[in-house]
């Protein structure tokens, strides 16, 4: 059988990654960035679940149609919330945020 | 009984080794967990709308939410998602001891989260902030301040949902890893369980700085 089997050291790697970024995450928060508060929010939980994903998921390793399915997941995830927002967004459904 | 045993040690029939068989079993958890990401992303849009629309009352709802406990609770989860992914290595490696002792870290860490989560709940209990005819808050929009928590309790009550079930899961992976039933030539399962369990870790990751951090 081939599979392949991680070492120790690198899971705890990625285990230190994220408890680094959540703790920028949450240091962050206390700081009044505008509306940037919300972006670096999501860059870091976006980075923190790519991490999680590709290396406690094994994705980096899995066969081409498992790499394609989780594709087309977050791909699907992307055209429920762009094209609903978009659709709220254009038709002024939603407030200004302040500053606009 | 014989056949049962040697079942344990070979593929399934209809597989054309071992190496399919696992293949088949991360891609079916895939496309289940890919409608589980089409679940939980359709209470994401919602609350981004809702949030959007009222940004001023969905502020001061956030703000009673306890970010020390939120923030424990992540590093709790993260820490139960590593002991989860250094069982399905021992499974890997045909690990007994160490696969059991992980899978019963994963679940102990699985219930601190579950017993914090119970503990904030029942503060919101305390202080009626639980959407619902005892709904009482102090602030500028109540009303639109409840929509808050009507999207708090939804997305963290499934997410404490999936992670009862988890737990379940995880005492029946418990007593069959005990029995020595996964070994380095069998531990798709262990794998599977894996996928579903970091997957609800990964909900909570976006859970944690759009309920509790965005302020």
């Known amino acids: 059988m081939t599979h392949h089997v991680e070492p120790k050291k690198m899971y705890f790697a990625i285990f230190a990654a994220l408890m680094i970024l959540t703790t920028v995450t949450v240091a962050v928060a206390e700081i009044d960035l505008g509306p940037m508060n919300v972006v670096v929010a999501l860059v870091v939980a976006c ?13 980096r390793h899995s066969s081409p149609l498992t790499r394609l399915t989780v594709a087309a997941g977050f ?3 992307v055209l429920l919330l762009g094209l609903t927002l978009s659709d709220y967004v254009s038709r002024g459904w939603l407030p200004q945020p302040k500053g606009w | 009984m014989a056949d049962h045993a040697a079942a344990a040690h070979s593929h ?5 080794d071992m190496e399919q068989q696992l293949d088949a079993s991360t891609f079916g958890m895939w496309v289940f967990l890919l409608t589980e990401i089409m679940f939980f992303g359709g209470l994401f849009l919602g609350y981004t709308i809702y949030r959007s629309a009222n940004p001023e009352a969905f502020r001061e709802a956030s703000h009673h939410l306890d970010l020390r406990l939120g ?9 139960s998602s590593l002991t989860m992914a250094l069982a399905v290595r ?3 490696l045909g690990q007994r001891i160490a696969l059991v002792n992980y899978l019963v870290g994963t679940l102990g860490l699985g219930t601190v989260f579950l017993v914090v989560k119970a503990f904030e709940y029942h503060h919101k209990y305390v202080d009626h902030m639980i959407p619902g ?3 009482q808050f102090d602030g500028a929009q109540p009303m ?10 939804a997305m963290t009550g499934m997410h404490a949902l999936h992670m009862v079930i988890g737990a379940g ?11 020595g039933r996964y070994h380095a030539h069998y531990f798709g399962p262990v794998e599977v369980m894996g996928l579903y369990w970091h997957f609800v870790d990964i909900v909570w990751i976006f859970l944690f700085p759009l309920l509790y951090l965005i302020r």
């Not at chain 1, 980075?47 to 994705?59: D, R, S």
């Not at chain 2, 639109?144 to 309790?153: K, R």
Request: glycine fraction near 2%; proline fraction near 0%; charged fraction near 5%.
């Open chain 2, 133 to 135: 005819l005892a709904f």
């Open chain 1, 47 to 59: 980075t923190k679940a790519t991490l999680v994903v590709l290396f406690f998921m094994h994705v």
């Open chain 2, 12 to 16: 399934a029939h209809q597989f054309d």
């Open chain 2, 71 to 79: 923030g424990f609770n992540t590093v709790v989860l993260i820490a």
């Open chain 2, 144 to 153: 639109q301040s409840q929509m808050f928590f009507v999207f708090y309790f």
């Open chain 2, 90 to 92: 021992a499974a890997q």
């Open chain 1, 75 to 77: 791909v699907w995830l």
């Open chain 2, 169 to 179: 899961l995880l005492v029946y992976f418990i007593l069959k890893a005990q029995a």
